[in-house]
């Protein structure tokens, strides 16, 4: 009788050889080939279901290769850095691990993958963030010249990144979401770890096929703020584990990251603005309440649709969208950013606001660095250098610095304008909490439009236990 064989193809596991009765539950015939097929996210359950049922099997699934590792560093782990990693490895190395930002979520993936042993791939939502990373693993992994050890087992790895222009695989690769997903049917055997950095993104329809087209035995995600407006998390469970650990920022706060306040100001419309907002608010609502659209959420969707082919709808998009550029960018908030700046001339601080072109304003009129979507990899880096360095003490920004990328010595941070996500205050709020700098107590100023929409949406995204 001829053995059962598990072989990986473009993102799936095909059985071949001998099927075993009864067949593991996964699985489904495949009409086209003559044999049953599965995701390739299931091989774990799969192998662990045959050992059960005491099925010998000849798994050539993974193309992944046992390592020698040793993590080069100084630091010291943190208590709760080291019980994560230990979470993490009581749950036979699958799951999710909850820290905020600022908190050191690196080291524990770095732990992950020295204690694994084997080829591990990581992923990042950003290409600033997988340049980050390559440097980090590269530190802690890479390859040492002849003058740096004479010691074989200490001379590391070469470390792959696949993304922006590179397209390089090692044993231990960083990627982004989009590369990945592009690669998962070629490379979802080779590495037997699979890291999600900010694994928020994971679920959406599309990244969730780089964990759903990966073997990878050992899972691992990282993120401060797990849970997603549209439910999608709970797919996290079945694609890489479940949560391990978790730790909010209240319960490390003044420790481990800086303790903060949140000030909220409320600014005033100035005369002619509140006039151009009563009446495009007045256009727009006789528009929701006539047509029964939700003025929120799907009916802002729905809106858009409208508007294609429908001339009130079109307007009332018009006058949606002027009722946020005079909430956004009011005159009196930008006499309360001038009098914050003053008011703080002696720290770091980072602006947000919503708007591309209320930041660019704000960096014509303040001349502070402005750092969006549209700012090239070299500027960026010059401007975060000089940030570091005390050349500018403050930058101006949209969403592009809400995650990820290391903003050094920030310690006050003025929301102009957001959305209503508490995802998004979250990240914001993390900016400014890591230790060091001058100011032992970080400060998040929220200036928020009264007697406007924006004061609903303020509400809403504090609902987070940042704020309890």
């Known amino acids: 009788m001829s053995e059962t064989r598990l072989r990986f193809d473009g993102g799936t596991l095909v059985l071949e050889g001998r099927t075993p009765v009864p067949t593991p539950p996964w699985f489904a015939w495949d009409e086209r080939i003559g044999k049953y097929r599965a995701p390739a996210v299931d091989r774990r359950r799969i192998l662990d ?9 000849d798994d050539n ?4 290769n046992s390592l020698r590792l040793r993590l080069r560093t100084d630091y010291t782990p943190r208590p709760y850095q080291k019980d994560a990693l230990a979470a993490w490895r009581e749950a036979d190395g699958r799951g999710t691990v909850i820290l905020p930002t600022g908190a050191g979520k690196t080291f524990v993936a770095l732990g992950a993958i020295s204690h694994v042993g084997r080829s591990a791939l990581v992923v990042a939502p950003t290409i600033d963030l997988m340049n980050q990373w390559y440097s980090l693993l590269v530190d802690s992994f890479g390859l040492l010249g002849a003058d740096e050890t004479s010691a074989p087992s200490k001379a590391g790895v070469e470390i792959g990144i696949l993304g922006g222009g590179h397209h390089e695989i090692r044993d231990i690769t960083v990627t982004t979401y989009d590369s990945a997903y592009i690669h998962a049917a070629e490379y979802g055997n080779r590495f037997d770890l699979i890291i999600f950095d900010e694994v928020h993104h994971l679920p959406s329809p599309k990244n969730q096929q780089i964990a759903l087209m990966s073997s990878a035995w050992y899972r691992l995600g990282l993120t401060a703020t797990y849970e997603r407006q549209d439910g999608a998390h709970e797919m996290l469970d079945y694609l890489i584990g479940p949560v391990v650990y978790s730790k909010g920022v209240k319960e490390l706060k003044g420790e481990y990251l800086s303790d903060y306040e949140v000030v909220r100001i ?10 151009r907002y009563a009446a495009a608010s007045k256009l727009y609502y006789s528009f929701v309440r006539r047509t029964g659209i939700k003025p929120f959420g799907a009916g802002w969707v729905e809106l858009l649709k409208m508007s294609a082919y429908d001339e009130s709808a079109r307007r009332a998009l018009i006058a949606k ?8 960018g009011s005159e009196r908030k930008l006499e309360v950013l001038d009098s914050l700046l003053k008011q ?3 720290d770091k601080v980072i602006i947000f606001t919503e708007q591309n072109d209320l930041v660019y304003r704000i960096s014509r009129e ?3 660095p402005a750092i969006t979507h549209q700012t090239r990899t070299r500027e960026r880096k010059w401007i975060l250098d000089g940030y570091k360095s ?3 003490h403050a930058i101006v920004t949209s969403k592009v610095l809400n995650e990820g990328i290391d903003v050094p010595s920030a310690k006050v941070a003025i929301i102009l304008s957001g959305s209503a996500s508490p995802r998004e205050h979250l990240q914001r709020l993390g900016r400014i909490l890591r230790k060091g700098g001058g100011r032992k107590t970080a400060v998040l ?5 009264s007697a406007t929409t924006e004061t609903n949406v303020s509400s809403r995204r504090r609902k987070s236990d940042a704020y309890a």
Request: proline content about 0%.
């Open 445 to 449: 100023y929220e200036v928020v439009t």
């Open 366 to 368: 303040f001349l502070i």
């Open 321 to 328: 969208q002027e009722m946020k550029r005079i909430v956004v």
């Open 344 to 346: 703080h001339f002696a």
């Open 49 to 57: 279901y045959l050992a059960e049922c005491r099925e010998v099997i």
């Open 61 to 64: 699934s993974s193309q992944s």
């Open 266 to 275: 409320r600014a005033s419309l100035a005369d002619d603005e509140a006039e």
């Open 390 to 392: 005390d050349k500018f």
